[in-house]
């Protein structure tokens, strides 16, 4: 799955983002995890699944660019500030084109916040032209930020007794039902998620 050197340059992104926020250093593993398992789960082949680590740790290396005072508001953002936090996913691009063994990830990173209806961002990309191993990315990545409890801001979600699994479940059905997620693989993320969440074989 992984190649020589790899690890080195995993731990390398981590250390970045780690110095950056504790929190989005944090993330980058646990999306690493989930990746792994899932696309195990999907029985992905090991470039692929190669892919989803390297997703896990570049997707958000742009996010450097946002000020803390947008990154980490406690509060609903402004339009201006949503336009600020769009930006990321090209920055992350760009970083990602600096260095030789980040280069073939610059576009899975550039298309990770699109969405199959045309409404993501930065290239209102639609359907087929999202590449289905970000598809897959795109369904722990969401799940994870639920399940953390980090949802979007400015949502205002009232609190719930239900497990934040189920929650990332009803979350990604709203968006599968409006045409942003892909049917059939949202029904394969949703069984992984139970097996996950519960322990299964």
């Not at 190669?50 to 660019?65: A, D, E, M, T």
């Not at 406690?74 to 920055?91: D, G, H, S």
């Not at 980040?102 to 990173?109: D, R």
Request: proline letters at 5%; charged letters at 25%; a neutral charge.
């Amino acid at each position: 799955m992984l190649r020589p050197g790899d690890a080195e340059i995993l731990n390398f992104l981590e250390q970045i983002q780690l110095a950056r926020n504790i929190t989005a250093g944090l993330r980058c593993y646990r999306l690493r995890t989930m990746s792994l398992h899932f696309g195990r789960w999907l029985k992905l082949s090991p470039e692929q699944i190669r892919q989803l680590v390297f997703l896990s740790y570049c997707h958000g290396l742009g996010k450097i660019s946002i000020p803390d005072s947008i990154l980490l508001k406690p509060t609903a953002l402004t339009e201006q500030e949503w336009t600020k936090i769009r930006e990321y996913p090209e920055v992350s691009e760009l970083i990602c084109k600096q260095l030789p063994v980040l280069k073939e990830f610059a576009p899975l990173v550039r298309s990770h916040q699109e969405r199959l209806n045309g409404t993501g961002y930065p290239d209102q990309l639609k359907g087929e032209e999202i590449p289905y191993i970000v598809q897959v990315f795109q369904l722990v990545n969401i799940a994870d930020a639920i399940i953390s409890k980090r949802l979007h801001r400015g949502r205002n979600d009232s609190p719930s007794d239900r497990p934040y699994w189920m929650q990332a479940i009803e979350e990604l059905t709203k968006e599968m039902q409006a045409g942003a997620r892909d049917s059939a693989l949202c029904e394969k993320f949703f069984q992984f998620l139970e097996l996950y969440y519960r322990g299964g074989q």
